[in-house]
């Protein structure tokens, strides 16, 4: 009999699309499955807008992140994936297992599996991120990592309208309309469709960096004015956020983004696009300091009482109306919880929240320090007073650094793996910039240092979380050692 072709699953060489494949399709899947998650997510989070439908945004990572997994495989199986992403696949892996050793220690097996509700950050998400970052490392061309920047480009200034609506006094339906734990109403805070103004504002400000290096660079006249809107709109909505890392945010990605310019010395062609970012950074200011006048912000305590025109941060605020109030995620804030082993704190003063959220995540770390508290399941160790989440105040889900909140819920060892693969993929996406002095390397290099700096004031989330581990896996893949 003559020798037949080797096939998969069974099916004949012609019939199967896995052998048929050949590496520019392979690429174009892997683009479509992330460009595909950048339209699912914004649109599977609406109902969670409008209802309170928990379980529907994560329904968009799963799926993506399903597809995601098996086109990782079919690299493998096809040998389409590169040696020098085994390393990163290891670490990947090894992140995997302790995330299972982390599942045992858990408070809650479900949750640790799954997220928490309106969360979704469990096990399976850290699988689906790493399939994300290695389908990023494995889009093949630079025109296809431009493709799926454009992608992310659209994704904002659509964030970018939805806030819109959130940021007029219109009674579009927002969860940061109020901020019931500050006693505040009629702020009229943007979240976009990303969950938080702390989450908006940390990915318009990594955006901002292709939005200005692009109208610089590029040739293309459309997509100049494309860029030019999304530097004006992604810089006034970033500041409108009035959240630490969305403010302090889009000031790095400026600066970043001066200091690439400058460097490449681009000259006259850099100044409308600065000017445009430093009009929408100025206005976003602006409106900030009249929104409580605009608004008819107040103070309801036993009678209103209006709030005078300034700015302020509501960091606390946001935090705690987020978890509390938007997902039932944690207890309430409460100004004098005296009862709290981690004793009280004001929401007001931005220092006083994070060096509360972080000295706590320290105790809960020193407690677990090998395999945490399981994977979105910090809550449950700052329960003092009850079984039921919502009766201890002052507890939290969320600790505002993402570093911490890797270690206070898969443990030590999980954050530890996770930095080598940071700086694995920084060190290697330098070496390249370096090398080709590509600007379209350098925004995406530059993108991953940014967000892994507003990492240290903020915690990721499945909305914007993937975009993070996209862009690294393109990072670390445009490092090509010599042979």
């Known amino acids: 009999m003559p020798k037949t072709a080797k096939t998969i699953f069974g099916t004949t060489e012609n019939s199967n699309f896995i052998l048929n494949m050949t590496p520019e399709s392979y690429y174009q899947y892997n683009l479509k499955i992330l460009l595909g998650f950048l339209i699912l997510m914004p649109l599977f989070s609406i109902p969670l ?197 969305g403010v302090a945010g889009i000031l790095l990605a400026f600066v970043i983004s001066l200091i690439c310019i400058l460097i490449k010395k681009s000259g006259k062609k850099a100044v409308i696009c600065l000017v445009t970012a430093f009009a929408g950074i100025v206005l976003g200011f602006a409106w900030n300091y009249i929104s409580p006048s605009l608004n ?47 004793g009280s704190f004001q929401i007001e003063s931005i220092s006083d929240v994070y060096c509360y959220l972080w000295n706590s995540t320290l105790n809960i770390i020193k407690r677990y320090p090998l395999a945490g508290s399981g994977q979105d399941n910090l809550v449950f160790p700052q329960l003092y007073q009850s079984l039921i989440v919502q009766s201890n105040p002052n507890t939290f889900d969320r600790c505002g650094n993402y570093y911490l909140q890797m270690a206070g819920t898969t443990g030590l060892p999980t954050l530890i793996l996770f930095l080598i693969l940071a700086v694995l993929t920084v060190v290697r996406g330098g070496m390249a910039v370096r090398k080709e002095k590509n600007w379209m390397h350098t925004e995406i290099f530059c993108m991953v240092v940014l967000y892994l700096l507003l990492m240290l004031i903020s915690t990721g989330s499945i909305t914007i979380t993937p975009l993070f581990w996209m862009l690294g896996g393109i990072c670390i893949s445009l490092y090509e050692p010599e042979k």
């Open 296 to 342: 008819g912000t107040s103070i309801s305590l036993l009678e209103e009482t209006s709030v005078s025109d300034g700015i302020y941060f509501y960091d606390g605020g946001v935090l705690w109306e987020d978890s509390s109030y938007r997902l039932e995620a944690s207890g309430y804030y409460v100004k004098n919880a005296d009862n709290n082993p981690n």
């Open 49 to 245: 807008e409008f209802f309170k439908v928990y379980s529907v945004p994560g329904m968009a990572l799963s799926i993506a992140g399903v597809f995601a997994i098996v086109f990782v495989f079919i690299g493998f199986m096809k040998s389409e994936t590169p040696k020098k992403l085994f390393l990163p696949a290891y670490l990947l892996g090894g992140m995997l297992i302790w995330g299972i050793v982390s599942f045992y220690n858990s408070y809650d097996y479900m949750i640790s599996i799954f997220g928490e509700d309106g969360r979704s950050e469990g096990l399976l998400s850290l699988l689906f991120y790493g399939g994300f970052f290695l389908l990023g490392a494995q889009l093949g061309t630079d025109d296809n990592r431009l493709k799926l920047l454009h992608g992310m480009l659209w994704l904002g200034l659509a964030e970018c309208f939805w806030s819109l609506f959130q940021m007029l006094p219109l009674g579009f339906p927002s969860y940061y309309r109020n901020l019931e734990p500050m006693l505040l109403f009629n702020v009229y805070l943007p979240s976009g469709l990303t969950g938080t103004p702390v989450s908006l504002g940390v990915m318009l400000s990594v955006l901002l960096i292709p939005a200005l290096l692009e109208a610089v660079f590029t040739e293309n006249p459309k997509q100049k004015i494309m860029n030019y809107i999304c530097i004006f709109c992604f810089s006034l909505t970033a500041v409108r956020t009035q959240c630490l890392a």
